[in-house]
T-cell receptor
Framework: DQQVKQNSPSLSVQEGRISILNCDYT??????FLWYKKYPAEGPTFLIS?????DKNEDGRFTVFLNKSAKHLSLHIVPSQPGDSAVYFC??????????FGTGTSLTVIP | EADIYQTPRYLVIGTGKKITLECSQT?????MYWYQQDPGMELHLIHY???????EKGDLSSESTVSRIRTEHFPLTLESARPSHTSQYLC?????????????FGSGTRLTVV
């Protein structure tokens, strides 16, 4: 049973606009969430994280929002750049060092 | 420069062959992981290790085995490859007690069994 879901397999956004990637989870015990970015033929790289004691974490152009009651998190990229085109995975953990990953959303930023 | 190395990057092999996927990291991380990912699917944890001589199976059942004789090395072995083993295999590592900093992933091995 998939505990972390990314229901949009792909997203296209114009350069300079906002990209919003969404992620839903089912396990209420999850208390730490990460976003990874993956280019073709490379492994995922860590992008940004958020713990359940926060509802927002910002790092430059990247902001992650967490809505615990809805079991939903989102990644905002503003402004979007062509180099942001990649597959984005969200991951969640309830402790114990094991993370559960979503299926990924492929973002294309159109110049 | 990569801190975690996986070889080979691509492998096409016949059914019934024994294969070993290599993973090495230079960061001194205690924890290491093997994930399996099919196209368009989530990453599934198949093996992990807390340190030398420690190995555990992940959530996804796998016919592969792993060993951890040295901190930096975490190879994955398939004794008899089958077409159902065709997938991408990703190795990752993290510091013990600091997994919330995120994993460091290798570039992956794309395995095709024909």
């Amino acid at each position: 049973d998939q505990q972390v879901k990314q229901n949009s397999p792909s997203l296209s956004v114009q350069e300079g606009r906002i990209s919003i990637l969404n992620c839903d989870y089912t396990n209420s015990m999850f208390d730490y969430f990460l976003w990874y970015k993956k280019y073709p033929a490379e492994g995922p790289t860590f992008l940004i994280s958020i713990s359940s004691i926060k509802d927002k974490n910002e790092d430059g152009r990247f902001t992650v929002f967490l809505n615990k009651s809805a079991k939903h998190l989102s990644l905002h990229i503003v402004p979007s750049q062509p180099g942001d085109s990649a597959v984005y995975f969200c991951a969640a953990s309830g402790g114990g060092n094991q993370f559960y990953f979503g299926t990924g959303t492929s973002l294309t930023v159109i110049p | 420069e990569a801190d975690i190395y996986q070889t080979p990057r691509y492998l096409v092999i016949g059914t019934g062959k024994k294969i070993t996927l290599e993973c090495s990291q230079t960061m001194g991380h205690d924890k290491m992981y093997w994930y399996q990912q099919d196209p368009g699917m989530e990453l599934h944890l198949i093996h992990y290790s807390y340190g030398v001589n420690s190995t555990e199976k992940g959530d996804l059942s796998s016919e592969s085995t792993v060993s951890r004789i040295r901190t930096e090395h975490f190879p994955l072995t398939l004794e008899s490859a089958r077409p159902s083993h065709t997938s991408q295999y990703l190795c990752a590592s993290s510091e013990l007690g600091r997994a919330n900093d995120g994993y460091t992933f290798g570039s992956g091995t794309r395995l095709t069994v024909v």
